[in-house]
């Protein structure tokens, strides 16, 4: 009975090794995990998980709202957001602006596309935490 179960155990041993080796994606996989964003007109349909929720966090701190300002909640389950949802006017108000920004980027910081140094527009630079832009008019000087 002994000499039987030796050689069983490797076996089994041997098939857990190769079942869970299968079931690991390898690092040149793409992780299957990683949802594809929907309903993209602006940015890059390839665009990363990472990279869109790193988009989306400079949109939040920017206006200083939470996701919900612009992306709809689900019909099924009104704890969870729809973001592929057109449904809200904030959010086509943002595709908008995104529009807006990268014209005058292109328009006026032509030269300097790639240099990360030099400042360009983006939606902090009007919005400024708020949901809506204050403006300060400057006094105009006096003409003599």
């Known amino acids: 009975m002994k000499k039987f179960l030796k050689p069983f155990f490797v076996v089994v041993g041997i098939t857990a090794m190769i079942s869970l080796a299968a079931t690991v994606p390898s690092s040149s996989q793409k992780p299957n995990d990683e949802p594809e964003g929907k309903n993209l ?6 665009i990363s998980h990472h990279e869109l929720d790193s988009i989306m966090d400079n949109f939040k701190a920017a206006l200083g709202v ?3 300002y612009c992306h709809a909640r689900s019909k099924d389950n009104p704890k969870k957001l729809d973001f592929a949802s057109d449904e809200k006017e904030y959010k086509l ?4 602006m995104m529009k807006m920004t990268d014209k005058i980027n ?6 300097h596309e790639g240099n ?3 400042a360009a ?5 009007c ?3 708020n949901e809506k832009p204050e403006f300060q008019l400057r006094p105009q000087k006096a003409r003599n």
């Open 121 to 125: 527009i983006q939606c902090m630079n």
């Open 116 to 118: 990360n140094n030099v």
């Open 66 to 68: 939470k996701c919900d």
């Open 106 to 111: 292109k328009k006026y910081f032509k030269e």
């Open 41 to 46: 007109k602006i940015l890059p349909k390839d």
């Open 93 to 96: 108000i943002a595709r908008e």
């Open 127 to 129: 919005h400024r935490g």
